[in-house]
């Protein structure tokens, strides 16, 4: 069975600063990777994902996630954070071809001083 | 922007007693999944529904869960005898095609406490 893991459960940035928000799993086959977030009093919602191709992708709000398979990873990333980036961030997987679930790994809750 | 709504925002209920979850998931979505988050902890997966059944459950999904698409629209979630381990935010998620090629749109979640 797959796992993830989220190696930050809390950080704390001003604004400006870059931001990377580490993500690791565990499974021997074909994923899809996905990064959720959840505003505060929000639903989740689908930052990016990976499926395949180019292992840099880009998604919504200025993020993007690198995909490194040799080291099981994908690392969100942001150049420059803003106020209203503060959410939790979850890293998900879905084992291709072993059904529909999404594994999530622990949530890492970010929030960005003003 | 079409959504995915739970209702009720928030259950409280007595240790024993049935609790329905309800979600209205997006209208041309064709999978339906349950997920939960004990306080503190990960999001789990629970269940998934297509074509009027489940298609595929964790071990967490045992006998005191079911799930339901009563009509076109509503898809729940019933515990049948809430324990105090029940206690937990409960999310209900959908997507158009099957979870390899498709994203999952979330709920707000249900916040269900058990006392």
């Known amino acids: 069975a797959q796992s993830v893991s989220q190696h930050n459960h809390h950080v704390i940035l001003s604004e400006a600063a870059s931001l990377e928000l580490g993500c690791n799993y565990s499974?021997?086959?074909?994923?899809?990777l996905f990064w959720y977030v959840q505003y505060p009093g929000q639903h989740l919602q689908l930052l990016l994902k990976y499926f395949s191709g180019d292992p840099l992708v880009k998604g919504i709000k200025g993020f993007e996630a690198e995909f490194i398979k040799s080291k099981f990873s994908f690392n969100l990333r942001k150049p420059s954070v803003q106020w209203s980036d503060t959410a939790e961030y979850f890293c998900a997987v879905n084992a291709v071809n072993a059904g529909n679930m999404l594994t999530f790994g622990g949530g890492t809750r970010l929030m960005v001083k003003p | 922007e079409p959504e995915v709504t739970q209702t009720p925002s928030h259950q409280v209920t007595q240790m024993g007693q049935e609790v329905i979850l309800r979600c209205v998931p997006i209208s041309n979505h064709l999978y339906f999944y349950w997920y939960r988050q004990i306080l503190g902890q990960k999001v789990e997966f629970l269940v998934s529904?297509?074509?009027?059944?489940?298609?595929?459950k964790s071990e967490i999904f045992d006998d005191q869960f079911s799930v339901e698409r009563p009509d076109g629209s509503n898809f729940t979630l019933k515990i049948r005898s809430t324990k105090l381990e029940d206690s937990a935010m409960y999310f209900c998620?959908?997507?158009?095609?099957?979870?390899?090629?498709?994203?999952?749109?979330f709920g707000q979640g249900t916040r269900l406490t058990v006392v």
């Open positions: 529904f297509y074509n009027n059944e489940i298609s595929e």
């Open positions: 998620a959908s997507s158009e095609l099957e979870g390899s090629g498709s994203e999952a749109f």
């Open positions: 499974y021997g086959g074909t994923v899809n």
